[in-house]
């Protein structure tokens, strides 16, 4: 069974940082590219960052320069560095991966940008 958890999530002001991680289960975790999405209120889920099975990394042009994902296959885990982030960074943040024949998304943690 796929199982995708995420943490790490909580409450900062603007221009501080977080660390997400998500642990992965029921897949073989370095053969995987694992994504980030986020949904802020009223809007539509967006790609944030993901990294590929050799380490290659992309990201939203929104995130880009402040956000970093990096993963450790030995850990089964994924990770998103959050630098300097802003309140329109405010959302639940999802990890992501296909393992066939079907997408797999963790629960979710919850990212609060406010003064």
């Known amino acids: 069974q796929v199982q995708l958890v995420e943490s790490g999530g909580g409450l900062v002001k603007p221009g501080e940082s977080l660390r997400l991680s998500c642990e992965a289960s029921?897949?073989?975790?370095?053969?995987?590219?694992m994504r980030w999405y986020r949904q802020a209120p009223g809007k539509e889920r967006e790609l944030v960052a993901f990294?590929?099975?050799?380490?290659?990394?992309n990201y939203a042009d929104s995130v880009k320069g402040r956000f970093t994902t990096s993963r450790d296959n030995a850990k089964n885990t994924v990770y998103l560095q959050m630098n300097t982030l802003k309140p329109e960074d405010t959302a639940v943040y999802y990890c992501?991966?296909?393992?066939?024949?079907?997408?797999?998304w963790g629960q979710g943690t919850q990212v609060t940008v406010s003064s």
């Open positions: 990294i590929t099975t050799n380490n290659s990394t």
């Open positions: 992501n991966t296909f393992w066939f024949p079907r997408d797999y």
């Open positions: 029921g897949i073989i975790f370095s053969m995987s590219i």
